[in-house]
């Protein structure tokens, strides 16, 4: 059993994959998830390389115009003209092959960065009140979390190549003519330079933007949830006024960021374009014979010149694309930054990074608890204060006192749905801990006041995704709580989300068939499952709670005095800090 089995926003699936790896997930360090993919280093040097082999290409080009304008004919070309075909094919088969290994690179990298928040997600504590929403978390997971591919796949290599590739056509420029080389020296700084102020206007910009589609996603499930509330209070124009405001503020970031896009294209066009412009007059001066000076020996000759020019466009080729890619970078670091913040620690369940084999008790448990406290933040005061409890093996026990006394936490506790301060909870003689909790878990069920239902057939319903409950053990379940004739089993769509087109107490009874398949579950702990019930469906529920108890540990938090009355005993609780031993 994992967290998922108690949270009702994390799918069996998710759980599935968080299950695996979600304590270790959630403990690695900032540095580690700044460490950039292998793939993407190999990639971005063979998009390099690819762009290098312009030069040759160049050589080749100008060394046949110079060849023909001197008179020469096209065969003394031809085996310049084979040479730059084969050099052009090298050099696209190179530049695809990059693209792949960096496209691969960066969905690996964003698969293992979108386990890690799933994982930090499932292994939050319930009774965390800092988890983030629901609707954030999907949409950075889901959505948000997609910028990172073009990021990693298309910037980095093109901010590699951006720093290779110009210097390199410099050094090929320069021996033949300084001016040419010059020209393209002042131009080419102004581009990075600019591109930074836009850069940084660009993040904040984009950090911004994300942090309102996350915002507004929230919000929208969250209302979705309660539409029913909000319609019985009247508060629909009011949602709907402030939903209209949210989407016209997140119109207004989206332009912000695409308004800086666009500078930034601007910015680069026009200065790459200058410097290309200025290069090409220089030389065209030069080759009229009105310009003679530039050169390190004599006048430019016609080889030379195109040479030049043929290289000048595919100097700034690099920062134009790394222009294009500009606001990738913007999108894909406020990505990063917020799924690492999902990632990021808080509150966990307990759940070793690496259970040392830890044996579930293989017979009913006990629960024995020794001077347990708890507190929900460091700065709030205890809810548990040395409280001690001792639950016999088959024992069924009410906890019983005033709202607010913490039943709930006890239960959560118990569970290790909570790291408690101090104190000791031992199930089946086994002391709670992060290395045992996992397989303790396995030997408990949970029924919360509302139990979550997901959208679709009663037996998926029942299973939650769990191994190892064929279609006979869900049928037995539902029949055990008499809920095989309420709605056909193997219909798809069974259920609405929420449990719609079930009445509380079906709902309930669910929740009773999903223990009723679980025979492993030696400890149920059943949060208030006669609350908001009628007296003759909580009757109902109690029954089949009791039948389903029978020859296992039991402990209901309850302020049902009838519930109550039908278990061994009743361990009163205080309200505020102080437990009473049991
Ligand atoms: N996630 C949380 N963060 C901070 N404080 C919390 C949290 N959950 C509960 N509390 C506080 O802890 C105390 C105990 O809560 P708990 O839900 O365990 O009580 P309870 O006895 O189960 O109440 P009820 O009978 O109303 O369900 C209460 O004062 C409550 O306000």
Not at 127 to 150: F, K, T, W
Not at 272 to 296: H, K, M, N, P, Q
Request: aromatic share 4%; glycine share 8%.
């Amino acid at each position: 059993m994992t967290a998922a089995f108690f949270d009702p926003d994390i799918t069996p699936e998710e759980a599935h994959t968080a299950e695996s790896d979600a304590a270790p997930a959630a403990k690695r360090n900032r540095a580690s998830r700044k460490q950039k993919p292998a793939g993407l280093k190999l990639a971005a040097g063979m998009q390099t390389a690819a762009a290098l082999v312009w030069i040759p290409q160049a050589a080749l080009l100008a060394f046949s115009v110079g060849v023909i304008s001197d008179g020469g004919s096209t065969t003394d070309v031809a085996l310049a003209a084979l040479a730059i075909l084969a050099l052009g094919i090298v050099r696209a088969a190179v530049e695809a092959a990059g693209g792949r290994i960096a496209f691969r690179a960066a969905r690996g990298e964003l698969t293992s960065r979108r386990n890690r928040a799933v994982a930090a997600l499932a292994a939050r504590s319930p009774l965390d009140i800092g988890r983030p929403a629901s609707g954030l978390a999907a949409s950075v997971v889901s959505e948000q979390a997609e910028a990172v591919v073009p990021y990693l796949a298309r910037f980095q290599p093109i901010r590699m190549k951006a720093s290779t590739v110009p210097l390199v056509f410099f050094a090929c420029i320069f021996p033949i003519s300084w001016v040419a080389a010059l020209i393209l020296l002042i131009a080419a700084p102004l581009i990075p330079i600019f591109m930074a102020l836009i850069g940084w206007r660009a993040k904040a910009a984009s950090e911004k933007q994300l942090a309102e589609t996350g915002g507004l996603n929230a919000f929208l499930l969250d209302r979705l949830r309660g539409l029913a509330t909000i319609r019985a209070l009247d508060a629909v124009d009011v949602t709907a006024v402030r939903l209209r405001a949210d989407a016209d503020s997140l119109r207004s970031r989206t332009m912000a960021v695409l308004k800086i896009a666009f500078l930034s294209s601007a910015v680069l066009e026009l200065f790459s374009a200058l410097g290309v412009a200025a290069t090409a007059v220089y030389i065209g001066f030069s080759l009229l014979g009105s310009i003679d000076i530039g050169t390190w020996h004599g006048r430019l000759t016609l080889t030379q010149g195109l040479f030049i020019l043929l290289l000048a466009p595919a100097f700034f080729e690099p920062l134009r694309e790394l222009s294009a890619v500009w606001h990738d970078r913007a999108n894909g670091e406020a990505a990063l930054a917020a799924l690492d913040a999902l990632s990021s620690q808080g509150p966990t369940i307990l759940d070793g990074a690496e259970p040392d084999g830890v044996k579930a008790p293989t017979t009913v448990p006990s629960v024995q608890i020794d001077g347990l406290v708890f507190r929900h933040a460091p700065d709030l005061p205890v809810v548990i204060d040395d409280l001690y409890l001792n639950v016999a093996a088959g024992d069924h026990v009410a906890l019983w006192g005033a709202s607010g006394s913490g039943k709930t936490t006890i239960l959560s506790l118990i569970a290790g749905l909570a790291q408690h301060e101090a104190g000791t909870i031992r199930v089946g003689g086994v002391p709670l801990t992060e290395d045992s909790a996992a397989a303790l878990r396995c030997r408990m069920a949970w029924i919360g006041q509302r139990p979550h239902i997901f959208s679709g057939s009663l037996k998926r319903n029942v299973s939650v995704g769990r191994a190892g409950i064929d279609d006979g053990t869900i049928e037995d379940a539902l029949r055990t709580v008499r809920l095989d004739g309420v709605v056909a089993a193997n219909e798809i769509a069974a259920v609405g989300e929420g449990g719609l087109g079930l009445s509380g107490g079906e709902a309930l009874r669910l929740a009773l068939a999903r223990v009723a398949a679980n025979n492993d579950a030696g400890i149920i702990l059943a949060d208030e499952p006669t609350a908001h019930l009628d007296a003759a469906t909580a009757a109902d529920v109690t029954e089949a709670l009791l039948a389903l108890a029978k020859g296992r540990t039991l402990i209901v938090a309850t302020h049902d005095p009838l519930l109550a009355a039908r278990l061994d005993r009743t361990i009163h609780l205080e309200t505020r800090r102080r437990g009473i031993a049991a």
